[in-house]
C-alpha cells in the first residue's frame, strides 16, 4: 500500500485488477480495516469498466462481494451493473428534520415523546406497517416514490424538494420487480426496520460553520431528528432476484468475477437495465417509507407539545441514499463522461454548483448526513471540489461496524448497553434487547475519526455535529 497524501492511500494495480484500489483513511483508522475488506477493494478492481480507482472509504469493512463503505464508477457504454455494488438494503438513506425547539425544551418530555414515536412508527425485525397496500397501490408507489405518500398525505411538497432526486428516480418500472419483492413490499412501508436503522433526537452541539449552517436551517443548542431506514425486504429481494439472474448471464457476457457476490452484466444488456429499473423501485419504495416516517414523527411532535407541526418548524433539512447506482456526469481524463457510480455504504457529496442539488442549495451543496453509532455523535457535512474530481462526489456514510453482529452480542447484553447509555442521560427505546446488544457504540469504529479521515484527505467540511438525547431502535 502507497501512501499518496495525507488521508489517501493506494493499493497498485496487480493481477486482473482493472484500476488500482483507493483509500481514504487516516493511518489511525487505517489499521482498524479487515483485511478481508481490502482484498474485497481489490477484487471490485476486476469489474469490466471500472473507472480510475476501486474506492474504499474510512468506514469500510466486510460485506458481500464489494466492501461496505465502497464506490465504484463504470462507463456506461462499456462498463457493467452490479447489484452486490449497491448493497442488499436499497436506498438505504437518511433524513435529517430540523424543528425551532431548544434541546432544554425538549429533555423534559423526552420520555414520553419516544414513547408516542415508538406507538406511532413500527420497529422491528419483519414488523408489518399500518398502511396497507393492494399490489395496484404498490406498483404505483414504486413508479412515485415519496410523492406517491405525498398525495396519500403523509407529508409535505416542500419536502419532496429536499430530498435527493426529489424523492422519485424516474427511470423505476415495477413489471421488472419479482412476484415475490412485490409480495415482500406489500405490508412494510412505513416501518423502521431493524439492524442498524433508528430514530433519533439530536441536539446541535457545534456549529463549524454558521453561515451554510443557518442555511441548512442548522443552530447550536436545536433539536433535530434523524431518521436511518432503507427500502426493507422489498429491496432485499430485488438485490437476491438480480444477482442470481446475473451469475446465470455472465457466461453468456463471457464475464468472470472472482466472488459470486461481484455477479454483474454489461449496463446496457437486457438484465443490466431490468436491474437498474427494478433498483430504481427500491429506492423509490425507501424514500416513500421515509416519507411515511416524517408524517408519524411530526404527528408525535404535535401530540407532545400541543403546536402544529409547521409551527415547530419541522422541515426536512435533507435526504440522502447511501446504496444506490446512479447515472452521473464526471470529468475523466479531461473529458465529460457519463458514468454509472455504485455507492455501497457511501454517501453522495455534490459540491456547490451541480445541478443534481436542489435549488435551496446549489450555492452550498446539499447537506451531506452521516449518522454516527448508537449514542455517539452524528455529523453534516457537504462535499468538496476534492470529492467531485478523486471520488465521484462520495464520502463515508457512517462510522462502519468494528466487529460483527454476532461479536457484539457475545461481548454485551442489550440491557448493559440500554442502561449504560441511559447512565450518559439518554432515553433508548428498543424493539429487542437483541437489537440493541448487536448495535452496541463499540460496535462501531470511532465517527469522530472517520470525519477527521474524509476532512484530512479534503473530501468534505464540517458544518454541524450532534449528540443523540433519544434513540428508537429497531
Known amino acids: 500500500m502507497q501512501k499518496i497524501r495525507e488521508g489517501v492511500y493506494?493499493?497498485?494495480?496487480?493481477?486482473?485488477?482493472?484500476?488500482?484500489?483507493?483509500?481514504?483513511?487516516?493511518e489511525k483508522i487505517l489499521g482498524k480495516i479487515e483485511q478481508e475488506a481490502f482484498q474485497q477493494l481489490k477484487n471490485s478492481a476486476v469489474l469490466p469498466g471500472i473507472q480510475k480507482y476501486a474506492i474504499g472509504m474510512p468506514d469500510m469493512h466486510t460485506g458481500y462481494g464489494p466492501p461496505i463503505g465502497g464506490v465504484g464508477a463504470f462507463e456506461k457504454e462499456t462498463g457493467v451493473i452490479s447489484p452486490g455494488f449497491v448493497g442488499f438494503d436499497i436506498s438505504c438513506s437518511v433524513r435529517l428534520i430540523r424543528t425551532n425547539l431548544e434541546a432544554k425544551e425538549i429533555k423534559p418530555k423526552l420520555k414520553e415523546l419516544i414513547e408516542v414515536l415508538f406507538e406511532l412508527i413500527p420497529a422491528g425485525v419483519g414488523e408489518k406497517g399500518k398502511i396497507r397496500l393492494g399490489k395496484d397501490e404498490l406498483g404505483e408507489l414504486f413508479a412515485s416514490g415519496a410523492a406517491y405518500s405525498v398525495k396519500k398525505g403523509y407529508g409535505w411538497k416542500t419536502d419532496l424538494e429536499r430530498t435527493e432526486e426529489n424523492g422519485k428516480m424516474k427511470n423505476a418500472n415495477p413489471a421488472k420487480v419479482s412476484e415475490k419483492a412485490f409480495q415482500r413490499g406489500l405490508n412494510q412501508s412505513g416501518t423502521l426496520g431493524s439492524g442498524n436503522h433508528f430514530l433519533e433526537i439530536q441536539e446541535v452541539k457545534e456549529i463549524f460553520d454558521s453561515e451554510t449552517a443557518k442555511k441548512f436551517g442548522l443552530f447550536k443548542g436545536q433539536a433535530v431528528i434523524m431518521l436511518h431506514s432503507g427500502s426493507r425486504g422489498a429491496g432485499h429481494q430485488i438485490a437476491t432476484d438480480y444477482i442470481d439472474k446475473m451469475l446465470q448471464a455472465m457466461e453468456k457476457y463471457k464475464i468472470k468475477v472472482p466472488d459470486r457476490q461481484l455477479a454483474c452484466t454489461p449496463i446496457n444488456s437486457e438484465e443490466g437495465q431490468d436491474y437498474l429499473q427494478a433498483m430504481n423501485c427500491g429506492v423509490n419504495y425507501a424514500l416513500a417509507n421515509h416519507q411515511a416516517m416524517t408524517h408519524w414523527t411530526r404527528e408525535g411532535f404535535e401530540k407532545v407539545f400541543k403546536q402544529k407541526a409547521e409551527d415547530l418548524g419541522m422541515?426536512?433539512?435533507?435526504?440522502?441514499?447511501?446504496?444506490?447506482?446512479k447515472l452521473e456526469k464526471h470529468e475523466i481524463n479531461g473529458k465529460q463522461k457519463e458514468l454509472l457510480v455504485h455507492r455501497k455504504g457511501a454517501t453522495r457529496a455534490m459540491p456547490a454548483g451541480r445541478t443534481e442539488n436542489p435549488k435551496v442549495y446549489i450555492t452550498t451543496g446539499h447537506p451531506v448526513i452521516i449518522p454516527g453509532s448508537m449514542g455517539t455523535s452524528s455529523y453534516v457535512l457537504v462535499g468538496t471540489e476534492t470529492a467531485l474530481?478523486?471520488?465521484?462526489?462520495?464520502?463515508?456514510?457512517g462510522a462502519g461496524r468494528a466487529m460483527s453482529r454476532h461479536a457484539a452480542m457475545q461481548r454485551k447484553r442489550g440491557e448493559e448497553v440500554k442502561k449504560e447509555l441511559e447512565l450518559k442521560g439518554q432515553v433508548v427505546k428498543g424493539a429487542s434487547w437483541e437489537g440493541l446488544a448487536e448495535e452496541a457504540p463499540e460496535a462501531y469504529k470511532d465517527i469522530d475519526e472517520v470525519i477527521a479521515a474524509v476532512e484530512l484527505s479534503g473530501l468534505c467540511k464540517k458544518i454541524s455535529r450532534h449528540f443523540p438525547m433519544a434513540v428508537m431502535k429497531g
Open 389 to 397: 474530481k478523486e471520488t465521484f462526489a462520495s464520502v463515508c456514510h
Open 315 to 325: 422541515n426536512v433539512v435533507y435526504t440522502v441514499c447511501h446504496n444506490i447506482a
Open 10 to 26: 493506494e493499493i497498485p494495480k496487480e493481477g486482473e485488477m482493472r484500476v488500482p484500489a483507493r483509500i481514504y483513511a487516516s
